[in-house]
């Protein structure tokens, strides 16, 4: 992409934030008004993210998980009508990361199960109706 390509992106990009985002342009950093550091520092217990307020959907999905919206006097934030800063025990993040692990690692070993169910059926197959006995572990190859 050349350095001109860049500039009419960036110029399109500039077009459409003037047009959804009400109000005059904010002069602060994005990376500095989305710094939650100083919050964390004060909630060590807490894992804290930023949520999404756009759509309702995903903001009740966070507190079904868990996640409760911070008071100001705990540090929260609301950047607009786009985002809120939501916190959650890390006992219970932990968990939900665990739990994301473990599913992640069904998901690689679904194919191996799947290959297992089908080595056996074969084996059967063999077995039942053609008088062949093979064993499965011998036609499954696993690497």
């Known amino acids: 992409m050349g ?3 860049l500039k009419a992106q960036r110029a399109q990009l500039d077009r459409i934030e003037e047009k959804e985002v009400p109000g005059v342009r904010v002069r602060t950093p994005r990376a500095k008004m989305l710094d939650i550091r ?25 507190k ?27 006992s219970l993040a932990n968990e939900r990361i665990r739990d994301q692990e473990e599913r992640n690692a069904q998901l690689l070993d679904a194919h191996k199960t799947a290959m297992r169910a089908e080595a056996e059926s074969a084996a059967r197959y063999l077995r039942d109706n053609k008088g062949l006995k093979i064993n499965a572990d011998e036609v499954l190859i696993s690497e």
Do not use: C, F, N
């Open 64 to 90: 079904e998980e868990g996640y409760t919206r911070l008071t100001a006097e705990e540090g929260g934030r609301q950047i607009g009508k786009e985002l809120v800063l939501m916190g959650i025990p890390k």
């Open 38 to 62: 100083e919050v964390q520092a004060k909630h060590p217990d807490k894992h804290l993210r930023w949520v999404s307020i756009r759509e309702d959907e995903k903001a009740e999905a966070r």
């Open 3 to 5: 350095m001109e390509e």
